[in-house]
């Protein structure tokens, strides 16, 4: 029998009737597509009530390539999926059908635990909610910058410049950058997806 883990000898007590978050393992590159496919299957059994929440966390990250400005999105945890569901009716019972809708959904390996699913700490929960809000509206650059570092300026008027970066606004998706121009340090405010990481030879 499916979900065998639910039939435990443990003692009952309310706490089981409440929702809980767990981890679903999928194939590469099939968060998204698992997330929608339970979606629908919410739907289609009417499990409202039995799967709250499900969560594939990204961020939109920006880069420059062949001079164009792309914008894509990039998974937090590649190869995972966060599911919020309760795994007993009110009644008690093990809710066998729902966790064996979610466990074939096509797309899925396994929960985290895999016949004994492992229930996620509030504090790990958190920890990804926070990573979700704190980019919530932001663009960030697909590689992470440090004060100090030189980039090379790959658009606009400072095309193909050099500098050092002296300030890094997250929250604006910008960076300041000290280039020299005409025998004068300038600098030089420029958005992420502006500038890429210097290769050549320092000088």
Do not use: C
Request: no cysteine.
């Amino acid at each position: 029998m499916d979900d065998e883990e639910l039939e435990s000898d443990v003692a009952f007590d309310e706490s089981m009737l409440l929702p809980k978050w767990f981890a679903l393992q999928t194939l590469s590159n099939q968060e998204s597509k698992v997330k929608t496919t339970i979606q629908v299957a919410i739907k289609e059994h009417a499990l409202e009530d039995v799967i709250l929440d499900i969560l594939v966390p990204t961020e939109k990250v920006v880069e420059v390539k062949n001079g164009k400005k792309i914008t894509h999105v990039r998974k937090f945890y590649p190869g995972y999926v966060f599911i919020k569901m309760r795994t007993r009716g009110d009644d008690g019972k093990p809710l066998h059908e729902a966790m064996s809708i979610v466990r074939n959904t096509n797309g899925v390996v396994r929960f985290v635990g895999d016949r004994k699913p492992v229930e996620l700490k509030q504090s790990e929960i958190d920890d990804i909610l926070k990573k979700v809000e704190a980019v919530i509206g932001k663009v960030v650059p697909k590689v992470a910058y440090g004060v100090g570092e030189i980039v090379k300026i790959s658009d606009g008027p400072f095309l193909n410049l050099t500098g050092a970066i002296e300030e890094i606004d997250t929250d604006q998706g910008r960076l300041r950058v000290n280039v020299t121009m005409f025998g004068r340090s300038t600098p030089v405010d420029l958005e992420f997806w502006q500038v890429e990481r210097f290769v050549g030879e320092k000088s």
